[in-house]
Each structure stands twice: as structure tokens, then as C-alpha cells.
């Protein structure tokens, strides 16, 4: 079965199948926008939370983070 086709039958999942996976839509393009800072943010909050000084004092917002 292809992609498309499971999600035939609910607007709403069509929707959701567009901008997950079609990239060239300016929802796709906003999504993926997202996906990558929050990447970013997660790997940004382990690479601070290896440094003892930070992990001190900012350890339960880096892990909320994380």
C-alpha cells in the first residue's frame, strides 16, 4: 500500500501526511523548520549538561529540554 493511500479517508490525517512528508509545501518547509531547532536545542542541552558548572545550576531545565 502506498503512503497516500492510508490516509484517504480523514481530511485531517491528509493534511497531516502533506506537511509531515511533502516537503516543497510551506507548512512541509515550517515542519521541517522545526524538527531541525529542535534537534539542535536537544543536542545544544546534552553538550551543556556534560559541563559540570552548568549542569549544576541549570540541570532540571536541561533535562525538561533534553
Same mark, same amino acid.
Given at each position: 500500500?502506498?503512503? #497516500?493511500?492510508?490516509?484517504?479517508?480523514?481530511?485531517? %490525517?491528509r %493534511?497531516l501526511?502533506?506537511i509531515?512528508? @511533502?516537503?516543497e509545501?510551506?507548512?512541509? #518547509?515550517?515542519?521541517?523548520?522545526?524538527v531541525?531547532?529542535?534537534?539542535?536545542?536537544?543536542?545544544?542541552?546534552?553538550m551543556? @549538561?556534560s559541563? %559540570?558548572?552548568? @549542569? @549544576?545550576?541549570?540541570?532540571?531545565?536541561?533535562?525538561?529540554?533534553?
Amino acid at each position: 500500500m502506498e503512503g #497516500n493511500q492510508l490516509y484517504r479517508d480523514s481530511p485531517f %490525517k491528509r %493534511k497531516l501526511y502533506t506537511i509531515i512528508f @511533502e516537503t516543497e509545501t510551506r507548512a512541509g #518547509n515550517f515542519f521541517d523548520l522545526i524538527v531541525l531547532y529542535a534537534i539542535l536545542l536537544s543536542v545544544m542541552a546534552v553538550m551543556l @549538561e556534560s559541563v %559540570k558548572s552548568f @549542569e @549544576e545550576y541549570f540541570g532540571q531545565y536541561l533535562t525538561i529540554v533534553e
